[in-house]
């Protein structure tokens, strides 16, 4: 079993900056597509960014210019840079891996809280 770890949420002030990580316990190379989603309280989990085929990268508009995806295959891990943060932000994160063949991975998700 795929396992994701995610870390890096915590608390910060608006304005400022925190950087999301996602371990996987396979090679991300297999992985369709792979990117972060997050869930506010008493909302439906969104799509925050995501690589997608072709290594292309789908950014939520209400994080264009703000966050930035990356991953590094070879630690079999993809970042998360939150720049610019607002309370809007305030959500669980959570990992998302979708592998060929439609198998999907989540991971527990870490948890931001942005202060104003």
């Known amino acids: 079993q795929v396992q994701l770890v995610e870390s890096g949420g915590g608390l910060v002030q608006a304005g400022g900056s925190l950087r999301l990580s996602c371990a996987a316990s396979t090679s991300i190379f297999g992985t369709n597509a792979m990117g972060w989603y997050r869930q506010a309280p008493g909302k439906q989990r969104e799509l925050v960014a995501s690589?997608?085929?072709?290594?292309?990268?789908n950014y939520a508009d209400s994080v264009k210019g703000r966050f930035t995806l990356s991953r590094d295959s070879a630690k079999n891990t993809v970042y998360l840079q939150m720049n610019s943060l607002k309370p809007g932000d305030t959500a669980v994160y959570y990992c998302?891996?979708?592998?060929?063949?439609?198998?999907?991975?989540w991971g527990q998700g870490t948890r931001v809280t942005v202060s104003s």
């Open positions: 998302n891996a979708a592998f060929y063949g439609g198998t999907t991975v």
């Open positions: 690589f997608i085929s072709g290594g292309r990268i």
